[in-house]
Structures are given as structure tokens and as C-alpha cells.
């Protein structure tokens, strides 16, 4: 680690105020992806600001017909939320999900949308549910949200303060986990809701999360796993590495697809 | 039952440092730090190959904390040596292997990524770290020979001027105009090209070391984490130089799991030791993971064609091999045994095989050194052999077992064509338990039961055989070795009876505290509780040649045996002579001395308080004190054998390949402690099936970064990627050493990988796949098959 300037604030204002006149600060939530980063020397910010002491951050609520999840919530808590899980089952499953035990206890939702990880699980939820994305300074849709690998439309000094997600009629996640890191290789969130249909597909994107029209249009006809079965994505655009070619990928969006449609029922 | 009866051979006593290791008490190397201690970080090579211009290291010596800069300019001042390789092979025309520099730190060339440039010590690790990032590196990049399938043509990077087309040695072993002759009059040959993949070590605790020098006794202390710190000693001091040996105290303390990555002499752990007398203050190290994935010795990588001759019966006549090796940039200090007398001397498996021919290139390339990994060469041979059997089995639609039984070896000793004896071993008897406990009658209906499941089902069979209890001293010495491979023992006996064993095996996650104190608590009939086992400090124990080979019981042990049974004659005497009784009408049993026929005995500790008090001893029959010692050098190689038997399930969908049944009956000879061995057996086999399914060791072809530098991309086993699995053992005696012992530590990891591509091949019903069969080769071997199998 290179050296920093660590704060704790205790209120969004005072946090909006350090990353004001920091130089080249950082917002640290649940640090699973910024610490590492940090202890191999591939950042140096000039100040942490670490937003995990402002208890406004925190909370899940439900209301109406939607659950709200602060920024600093941790996976663990929104995996074992009865609102959550009576609500938003599938949103609960893939907080349940996420890397291990260790990183669910620590890592947020905030921090990853934040980050984008172009294989993180909870940016195909957001996508997949509509989701809206409160921060300090507007209402950001999901559509709008995610642009592109490690990328989003959050300005500096812009920090996350909870995330919307309306009720969906039936969804589900299905994820095929990267051997080696877990992380999702292949993530496809179908959903029926307010919004209509919605897939969205983590992982395999070289630009991040993404969602396909063509599932959608195919499951507004017929919410079956058959829909999907013979949608084949382009190999173009997907991912390709020790662990998988693109067309591997292109065939697994179509296999996870079809198992979240049968899995939502 | 008696506690001696409780606690002795063949009881699955719990073991005794497991009390230490779970709460935290253990004292690794990292745990321990000395007065005035300095912190070493290593700056490395970024390239794969280039020539170092230049190194700038002033800004850095100006940098906050930094006590000490070293580069290899230092190392060629202080006319340091460089690291050695303890074995020499000599190449088939006669001429001896070639053997580039591998100098502590390098000089004027790098040659992989992560080779040594400079160290920086400082008051601080941070501070060391940061200071590195300020010595400035001149490098003429190269290009770099990284792939073994190309590094020995002629237009390929050179790693070594001394070694051109990079081959170190072409090694041969077999008859090879035999084995032409048994193809010329064969019914059919059977042809396989194998690649058996890269592995990296990863052992829990990372290497580290504590360097030290004192002044006034000119005596150098190094804690280090070593599977051997006798053999560390020896070549630090008389090959590397860095002092004479009765200056040079090496400590292995508590050790973290070491896979034959902690066997070699590392560049790291020499240098700490060395310039800790220039700076006269301790250096400390520890590699943090990404170093660890850089610099450990990596395992395996092979490219193999076999060729299997058989009669129309299905009986084998010959083999053919020819395999190419890598050995990394550099030589390692065992790397070149492991593809040749390690290799070559097991690929008649359990198989009356009458014709061997095998030729091994073993190459340089631009990667990390490749020495022994759990197996180190059996695990190469056994899959080579069994991928080849299972084979011949599909070619000649014989069934895989009955293949196997038509071949094996049934009288003992046999002596194959590759220069091993079998001493003792029942194949048929550990296949047919193996199999019997799989249900492998009942294989069809579940493959077609897993059909209807969408699922494609495969079985496949494992008989494999090891050299271990490595090994006698004048058979390694006659094919390179530079060292004897005995072990020696202590015994010493303290006046109130308590023992203290000093052993030259090393534990390094073995359970020897436990099992070698089992074997000592049975002999002399005292509680468990009352020995202590020494290990690892070349200041208490004499001289030992460490852990590896699956050799800490069959010659470890066996040195205790000796050293017992030189205490238990003195014992006697002195039993003897207290109770006026001649020496030979003395037994003992149940930790006591008693004169036969009569009521008159002694307990154990009597004798030994006896043997201090050394009251009226007759002068000059009876000498005060009872400890001995002994050297074992053992008479054979032991050889484990056994059947692992393995069925997976593979989901055409995604690929992934799932272990539902994994059945393993070995023949170990005599068990100390059972669930030990059922312990190192799970390990073995987790590792077998990180090979066969998950982990590689994977170099970018081009520029030879190591693509697989973290877990993000190495895939370690994880507790779900393993089954529960099914344990036999059956039993035929070692004849050769005193406790009938034959070694278990290696075992899984040799016998499970082709187990488990012989299931996974048999579900696709494809002639071969590389390791690992990971999810995505599966479905892209089921795509490539698919319009076959269509068109059929």
C-alpha cells in the first residue's frame, strides 16, 4: 500500500465535504475490491474516505412496491432480509451468492455497483429490475447507470445512496461461477415486473453488464425456458480468456438464461 | 485396552500438534523475529528474458529506512557461488547434462518472470517496497522461449549459451532394440500424444526465512521454511559458500505444508543469509502470495507420445516414450531427477511389460524453475501408463479391469525393464476391492439412469504403482545423485524415562510428532505423552535428508527402529546388571525388564534413572547415560500400489464434470496411525483432482508473463469441488525395511489424475483430453464431437 489519508465520516455531508477538497480521493465502502487493489500498489489515492461509519447508509426498507437498500448494506444482510426475501427472493439469492461468507460480510451494494466490475453479480439485478439509483445528487435509472467495463454515469464527488428495487412479478438469477475466482463467468437476471420483461447478463460483456432485447421480446410471447433455448448471442463483444472462449460464453447466456426462466417459473 | 494398546501401531491416535496448529500456538518462520531485525523485499523481473543494462540504485539508498541495496554485482564481489541442481544426468551420447549460471541474484541477464534483480532491505517491509520502486532497471528486452512445444527449435530464444536448441539432456532408459523388436511382432499398437499440465505449489504458508549473523562467534543462523534443513545447510555452505557448515545453523520450525516446493534451495532464503553478515543485523522475508506463484518451484509439464504394444490377447509387449520435459529457466536443486529417474524407472506400472524404450528431452525455457511436486515423475509416469491402458482397453474392446488383470505383475521380487525391483504387491487384490466397492457391475444401469438425467456418465480406473521410501544411498549414487538418501535418528533417553527422539525427517504437515512418538511409546511401553520428537534444527540433530518421496516412514522410521533397538540392548545391560542377572536372560515388554523365569523385574524408569545414577557400574562394560543413535539407509525402494477407481457425471449444457463416486484401496504395507494415512490420502487425491480438473500454470506464449499469477485465474480445490470418498487398504508387507512400511504421502496424487480423465473420456466418449478438463475444454470437446457423432 502506498501511503493515505484515511477519514471516517459520520454523515453524507460531511463525506461530500472531504471528497470536495481532496486531491484524489477514494470512497471506501466494504473495500472487498479497493483493498486488494490498494496492497498491490495498483491505486494510490490521496485520501480513503471511508463511508462505513454513516448509519444512514445502512438499511433496508420496504415500501409499497418497491425495497430500498442503502449504499453501505452489506450482501450478508440484504442475502438474509425477510423483506428481501419475501419480496425480491431472487435479489436475496444472488446477495446469497456473492464470492464467500467473508466477502458477504463486508462487501455492499453500493460499492459494487459503484465499481462495476464487469463480473459482479448485483449490476444484472439492477439491470434486470429496473432499478433506481439514489445519490447524492440525482435519481440515476439502471438503464443509465452501468457504461461500460469499471464504469458509470457517477460524477466525482457523486456518492450512492440507496438503490430502488420495485417488486418484480417473477425473477430469477442463474450464474455459472468462474472456476477459479468464483466470480460470475456467465450471470443471466430474467425478470417479469411493472417494466415488462427484462434480461440482463453479467460477466460476459467485454463492456460490462448488458441486457438482450432478443430474450425479452421472445419471453414477452412465451415466459418459457423454451423462448430462449435457441437465442444464440455473437460470439462479438464477449469475453474470451484462459477460462473460456466467447463462443463458450455465447452458449452459456443461452443455458443460464433458460434455467433463470425455468428457476422464476 | 492398555493405553500402550490405545496409542500404538496401527491406532488412529489424534494428532498431538494439532492442539498447537488450531490455537494458534505454532511458531512458523514468520512468527518469529529477532532483536534489531530488518525487512528484505525483492525487486524482479518484469520480462521474461533481457539483459540488464544498467541498475541504478542511488535514489533508492537515499530512500527513508533502507539499511541495504543488494544485486547480483555483490553476490560476483563476494565470490558467492551460485544454485546448484543435486543431481547429474548424463544424455544418451554420453555427455553430461548442461547446466547454465543461476546465480543468487542476477548479473547481467534475466530469464523469467520474477527472476531475482535486486534486494532491498529496510527497517520496514513498506519501507523496503517502496525504496525498490525507486532502483532503476535498464533491461534490453528478448525475446523469450516459453512454450515447450517450440522452445527447442533451432530459430527459439536461447535461455542458455551452454545449452543449445535450450536441451539440458536427452536422456534414455529401456532396451530400446528389445522394445523395436517387440513392436515389429505386435498385433496391434496402440498411440497416445499426452500433455501432462503445469502445476504450482501453493503450499498454505508461503516460503520465508530470518537471516542472521553473530559477530562474535562468526556463526550464521538461518530460520527457514524447509522440508530438509540439514541438505539447505550442506549446499549453502559447500557449494554456495556462504560459510563453512560448523558455522551455519539452518532451523526449520513449524512448516506449513511444503509439496516438494520446499525442498530446494531458493535464491530468496540464501540471500537473507548471506548479506545479513554485511549489514550485521537479521534480515527477515516472507513472499507474500503473487512471489510465491512467481518464484516457488512450479510441477510437472510434460509433452509426451507413447506408443503400447500388444498381442491379440491383449497382452502388452513393449513401450515407447518419448517425452520433453521443461525444466524452466533454471536448474532446480532435484529438477533433473524428476523427469528421468523418477519418471522413466515407473512406466511399467503394475504391467509385465517385457520391452521398455523411453527417451526424455529435458529443456530450458523462459519460466519459473520446475522441480518435484507431490508425485515429482510417478504422477507423470502413472498417467502416462494408465491413460495408455485405459486406451488399449477401448481400442481392443476389452473391459478396462480385465485388460489390467491379463497384465498384471503376480511374482515377487519382479524386476522390470526400467532398472526398479518390486519387492512385494497384490494389484488383483486392491483393483478387485476397488471395484467391488464402486459397484463397477452396476456401472451400465446408472449411465443410463444418468442419460435419462440429461447427464453423461463415465467410469474410469487408476492402477497405479510408486517408487517411495526414496531411497538407497548407493542405487541413487550410481544415477546422479549427489547425496545419500539414508535417514538417521536419536534416541535419548532422560533419567526420569521420559524420551526425546531427534529425527532427520522433517514435518511439514505430516503428523510425524504423532506417529513416529507411536512407534517409540509401543516399543518401550510408555505413555504417548512421554516422548517428544526433535526435528528440523541442524543444531540438535546430526545430519538428516529430510521429507519428500513418501520416505519419513520407511526410512525414518526405520532409523528410530535401529536407534530403539541399540537403547533397548543397553537397557537390558543395565537391567542385567541391577537385578544380577546375565544379560540374556533379560526381557522386555510392557516397559519392563524382568529375568525370565523369575518375579524379579524393573520398570523403565528405574533403569533409566539407573542409567544416569550410574551407581557401581562395572568399569569399562557398562558406560553412564543411555542414548543412541543410527543411520537406516534403506535396502530398496518401497513401492505403494493400489486402484483408485473414479466416476463422474458431466453436464453436456455447461461442461462441468462432477465427481459422484471416488473409490481408493491402497496397499501401504504396515499403517502406523490409519487416520493419518486416510488424511494424506484425501490430500493426495485433492490434489490429483486440482490437476486433473481445475489447476494450471499457464505462461502468456508470447511474452511469458505468468497468466495465472493469483487465485483469480489459478483455480485451487476448493472443499465443493472434492466428493467424499470411499477408502480401502489392503495389504502386502514391505520386505525391506523393518517395520514392513511403504509410504503414503503421495499416493492421491498420483494415482487420481488418469482415474479421472479415464471417466472423463469414457463420458465423452473421446480418445483423449488435456488436463485440466476444465468446463469450457469439455464443451468444446463435446462441440468437436458432436458432428461426428452426428454424422456416425
Redesign the interface.
Known sequence: ??QFNYERPKTLADAEALLAKSDDPKILAGGQTLIPTLK??LAMPSDLIDIGGIKDLDFIRAEGDAVMIGAATRHAKVAQSAEVKKHNPALAALAAGIGDPAVRHMGTLGGSIANNDPAADYPAACLALDAKIHTTKRLIEADEFFKGMFETALQDGEIIKEVTFPHPEKAAYMK?RN???R?AMVGVFVSKGPWGIRVAVTGAGQNGVFRVKEMEEALAKNWSPDAVANIKLPAKGLNA?????AE?RA??VT?MAKRAVAAAG | MSGAAREGIGQPVRRKEDFRFITGNGHYTDDISRPRQTYAYFLRSPHAHARIRSIDTSEAEKAPGVAGIFTGRHVADDGLGGLICGWTVTSKDGTPMKVGPHPILALDTVRYVGDHVAMVVAETL?EA??AAELIEVDYEALPAAVSLGSCQKPDAAQVHPEAPRNTCFEWELGNKAETEAAFAKAARVVKLDLTNNRLIPNAMEPRAAIGEYDKGSGIYTLHTTSQNPHVARLVLSAFVGVAPEHKLRVIAPDVGGGFGSKIFIYAEETACVWAAAKLGRPIKWTADR?EAFLSDAHGRDHLSHAELALDADGKFLGLRVKTIANLGAYLSTFSAAVPTYLYGTLLSGQYDIPAIYVEVDGVYTHTAPVDAYRGAGRPEATYLVERMVETAARETGIDPADIRRRNFIRSFPHQTPVIMNYDAGDYQASLDAALEAIDYKGFAARKSDAAKRGKLRGIGISSYIEACGIAPSAAVGSLGAGVGLWESAEVRVNPTGNVEVLTGSHSHGQGHETTFAQLVASRLGIPLSNVEIVHGDTDKVQFGMGTYGSRSGAVGMSAIVKALEKIEAKAKKIAAHLMEAAVEDITFENGAFTVQGTDKSLAWAEVSLAAYTAHGFPSGEIEPGLKEGAFYDPANFTFPAGAHVCEVEIDP???IVEIVKFVAVDDFGTIINPMIVEGQVHGGIAQGIGQAL?E?G?YDPASGQL??GS??????PRADDLPSFTLGFTKTVCPSNPLGMKGCGEAGAIAAPPAIINAVTDALGIRDIEMPA???RV??ALQSAAPRAAAE
Open positions: 500500500m502506498y498491490q500498489r455459472f472456476p477459479a475466482s466470480y480468456d484462459l477460462h473460456g472462449s463458450y452458449h452459456l443455458v | 513498506a517496497r517502496a503473487s449444457d455447461t461442461g481445475l494450471h499457464v497468466v495465472t487465485y483469480m485465474d489459478y483455480c485451487m476444465t468446463p469450457a464443451w468444446q
